[in-house]
């Protein structure tokens, strides 16, 4: 199984990035499909996830400024980035969990510009 983050890059703040990750490999079920981030210093933190129910949970400092979205169809699943801060510069990772195994894509930097 492969994760394959993009779409990041430096943008201004109050700019807008829609970050992808599309997976590949046998994967039979998905339990969560997530977001996480880390910034220099810290620890790594979940952004943004689907659950097996298809409910989604935020980051109390992301609410309403980042939609996660997915297309099962092309094995995709997006973090729309919106209203964006200095403070939400970090590697972007993705994550999938297939109820056994944590699979991780290999980070995006986004850099916001104050």
């Known amino acids: 199984v492969q994760l394959q983050a993009s779409g990041g890059g430096l943008v201004q703040a109050g700019g807008s990035l829609r970050l992808s990750c599309a997976w590949s490999g046998n994967i039979f079920s998905i339990n969560v499909l997530a977001w996480y981030r880390q910034a220099p210093g810290k620890q790594r933190e979940m952004v943004a996830a689907?659950?097996?129910?298809?409910?989604?949970n935020y980051a109390n400092s992301v609410k309403g400024r980042f939609t996660i979205s997915r297309d099962n169809a092309k094995n995709t699943v997006y973090l729309q980035m919106t209203s964006l801060k200095p403070e939400d510069t970090a590697v972007y990772y993705c994550?999938?969990?297939?109820?056994?195994?944590?699979?991780w894509g290999q980070g995006t930097l986004v850099t916001v510009s104050s």
């Open positions: 689907f659950n097996a129910l298809g409910s989604t």
């Open positions: 994550q999938l969990n297939n109820y056994r195994v944590d699979y």
